[in-house]
């Protein structure tokens, strides 16, 4: 299928120089970290036979759903670019949660000491640039060779609060940066299996999407891009920290939304309209 997963918090390879560096490396990475989000991409990628992107590197080192200019130069001991204003390049980092993240609320800075200026230019050039280089790659492929792809970018979240004490909140979310990164059927058929299929889901609240969809979404060339977040209370156990016995039908679920998404995404390619579109 025309389609591409790609998991960019699955990361949980920590070099000790890492560890050695944060201030509280358990606490940072359970709270950073799609923690074992990587439990549901492998057997839905596996079960649809689609492509699938993984990140290794942890989201403490370095968070590939960022812009690469999105940096907090005062964490940077060394040569630094000339700024001279704040730019929509750098908004994520001015609250800590940049191309590599500083703080965190009710933590405070993470990190022991400032990055080395070498430390961070060998983290995007090793990291950053070579997972957005094969995302890019695999959906120009798949837009090659169907005449559309289907990037869904694939993430958990925390429980979302309750505003009431009645409220049931969403334990999905569909982004797709309002409207901007993806065509809407697609969409819709995203939020209607989901909800045929008894789960709560809601459409880019609180999260539409970021960095990735900005800068993959396409759809004038028939690259569509959509963000799916799962809570972990769906999959993991208790202390959201290990899978439990119900991620295997989670993993069940998102593979037949793989599949239907996939199949439509196919249907458009065959169409031609992603094709003339692109022309």
């Given at each position: 299928?025309p389609?591409?997963?790609?998991?960019?918090?699955?990361?949980?390879?920590?070099?000790?120089?890492?560890?050695?560096?944060?201030?509280?490396?358990?606490?940072?990475?359970?709270?950073?970290?799609d923690?074992?989000?990587?439990?549901?991409?492998?057997?839905?990628?596996?079960?649809?036979?689609?492509?699938?992107?993984?990140?290794?590197?942890?989201?403490?080192?370095?968070?590939?759903?960022?812009s690469?200019?999105?940096?907090?130069?005062?964490?940077?001991?060394?040569?630094?670019?000339?700024?001279?204003?704040?730019?929509?390049?750098?908004?994520?980092?001015?609250?800590?949660?940049?191309?590599v993240?500083?703080?965190?609320?009710?933590?405070?800075?993470?990190?022991?000491?400032?990055?080395?200026?070498?430390?961070?230019?060998?983290?995007?050039?090793?990291?950053?640039?070579?997972?957005?280089?094969?995302?890019?790659?695999?959906?120009?492929?798949?837009?090659?060779?169907?005449?559309?792809?289907?990037?869904?970018?694939?993430?958990?979240?925390?429980?979302?609060p309750?505003?009431?004490?009645?409220?049931?909140?969403?334990?999905?979310?569909?982004?797709?940066?309002?409207?901007a990164?993806c065509?809407?059927?697609?969409?819709?058929?995203?939020?209607?299996?989901?909800?045929?299929?008894?789960?709560?889901?809601?459409?880019?609240?609180?999260?539409a999407?970021?960095?990735?969809?900005?800068?993959?979404?396409?759809?004038?060339?028939?690259?569509?891009?959509?963000?799916?977040?799962?809570?972990?209370?769906?999959?993991?156990?208790?202390?959201?920290?290990?899978?439990?016995?119900?991620?295997?039908?989670?993993?069940?679920?998102?593979?037949?939304?793989?599949?239907?998404?996939?199949?439509?995404?196919?249907?458009?390619?065959?169409?031609?309209?992603?094709?003339?579109?692109?022309?």
């Amino acid at each position: 299928m025309p389609v591409l997963i790609a998991v960019p918090h699955s990361g949980r390879c920590y070099p000790a120089f890492l560890l050695a560096a944060l201030r509280q490396p358990e606490r940072a990475s359970l709270r950073l970290e799609d923690r074992h989000v990587d439990a549901l991409a492998l057997p839905a990628a596996e079960a649809t036979q689609t492509s699938l992107l993984l990140a290794d590197a942890p989201r403490a080192m370095i968070d590939l759903n960022r812009s690469a200019d999105d940096i907090d130069w005062g964490m940077v001991r060394g040569p630094k670019p000339r700024i001279t204003r704040h730019s929509l390049a750098n908004r994520r980092s001015r609250n800590g949660l940049g191309l590599v993240p500083r703080r965190l609320p009710g933590m405070g800075e993470i990190w022991r000491r400032a990055l080395d200026r070498s430390e961070l230019d060998s983290w995007i050039a090793g990291i950053y640039h070579p997972y957005h280089a094969a995302l890019s790659h695999e959906l120009e492929r798949l837009r090659d060779r169907w005449g559309t792809a289907l990037l869904i970018d694939l993430h958990s979240m925390p429980p979302l609060p309750k505003a009431q004490p009645h409220d049931q909140p969403a334990e999905f979310v569909i982004g797709d940066r309002f409207g901007a990164s993806c065509e809407p059927g697609l969409v819709d058929l995203a939020i209607r299996y989901l909800a045929n299929n008894g789960r709560r889901v809601a459409h880019n609240r609180p999260y539409a999407g970021g960095y990735v969809l900005d800068r993959y979404g396409q759809t004038a060339r028939g690259i569509h891009a959509i963000q799916v977040e799962v809570c972990r209370s769906t999959y993991l156990d208790a202390r959201l920290d290990q899978p439990s016995v119900r991620a295997g039908a989670i993993a069940k679920l998102l593979s037949g939304l793989i599949r239907t998404l996939g199949t439509e995404a196919a249907l458009m390619g065959n169409s031609g309209v992603a094709a003339q579109a692109a022309e």
